[in-house]
Nanobody
């Protein structure tokens, strides 16, 4: 069964940067469409970005476009989320998701942006 483990969250000041990673188990990572989502306290889970199996044509939601960058390394079974110019409103638990006919979620990593 596929498992996803996020890492890289933490506390950062506004304007700072963080790099999240999501490592997947299994041998068919390259067949998964991968995405990042987040859920802020008291809010619904929000889509941020997804990336194709080959790493082409990522699609970003407007709120993170130009600040966040997704990438993947299929040889390492890992997808990354580079976050820059962080704002306090980016504070949330960040989740990765794998899609391959079904959706698998990681348990999330907390990002806290202080003002």
């Amino acid at each position: 069964q596929v498992q996803l483990v996020e890492d890289g969250g933490g506390l950062v000041q506004a304007g700072g940067s963080l790099r999240l990673s999501c490592a997947a188990s299994g041998r068919t990572f390259s067949t998964y469409v991968m995405g990042w989502f987040r859920q802020a306290p008291g809010k619904e889970r929000e889509f941020l970005v997804h990336i194709s199996r080959s790493g082409d044509s990522p699609y970003y939601t407007d709120s993170v476009k130009g600040r966040f960058t997704i990438s993947r390394d299929n040889a390492k079974n890992t997808v990354y989320l580079e976050m820059s110019s962080l704002k306090p409103e980016d504070t949330a638990v960040y989740y990765c998701k794998a899609r391959f006919g079904m959706d698998i979620w990681g348990k999330g990593t907390l990002v806290t942006v202080s003002s």
